[in-house]
């Protein structure tokens, strides 16, 4: 846990908590509250100073940002310069249930990308010509240009050996989270343990499955797709 101390030209003017060291920088990251982001418009992110503090708990890491709240004081309360609206430690213990019940509730209701007209809508605009146009001439990938020296470069026998060596033997996740993805799979609650039941079992969702993979069309995709591939393997191959 992390908790830090924004401040400008040595005066606090912000404390706050985090899980992610990232989220103390104020380039990464939004103001707190409507108090804070006048703030942060005021003296310009960049020249915000980072104070970080670590805590190895939670309960430690709020008490620490209460401490400093108290200290240093705040503005709503005509005691010191900090933009904080409350007085911290209730922060990083992450949303309740109920809360995100209610959040995505809210985001449903919300979202006019669920309504079907919506829907029906954008899809019919992204198959436009000028829009599938765009999406090409916006990908540099897509240019021939572009394809023919990503294949001459990897063709460089040099510059394969240093991707290999780049990938080779760098752990992509710690120990730790390793653990806790398996701990998160373990757990009997965990629906996913029991969702790839209901995909293999369900008769409908089986049928439909079973219907769109032996249809002419999708099978003669995935032959050309497969075709593809291999014939592009075989022209970079060394």
Known sequence: MFVYV???????????????????NPLNAGGRGWLCKQKLGQVGRNN???ETHTANT?????????????????VQLGNGP??????????SGGMTEAGRLATSKR?????????????AKINKRMQDVDVQKKLR???????????????????DPAYQEKQKKARTGVKKHTEEHKQTLREKLLDPNNP??????????????????TAALQSAEVRAKISAGLKAKWAERKAIKI
């Open 6 to 24: 924004w401040k400008h030209n040595e005066t606090p003017f912000y404390v706050g908590m985090t899980k992610a060291i990232g989220r103390t």
């Open 48 to 50: 915000v100073i980072v």
């Open 58 to 74: 939670l309960e430690d890491a709020q008490a620490l940002e209460m401490s400093l709240i108290e200290k240093y004081g705040r």
């Open 82 to 91: 900090l933009t904080n609206l409350r007085a911290g430690g209730d922060g």
């Open 107 to 119: 985001m449903k209701e919300n979202n006019p990308v669920r309504n079907p007209e919506t829907r």
């Open 137 to 155: 001439d916006n990908n540099p990938a897509k240019r021939p240009e572009i394809r023919e020296k990503l294949k001459a470069k990897w063709q």
């Open 192 to 209: 996913m343990r029991k969702y790839h039941k209901t995909l293999n079992s369900d008769p409908t969702i089986k049928a439909k499955r």
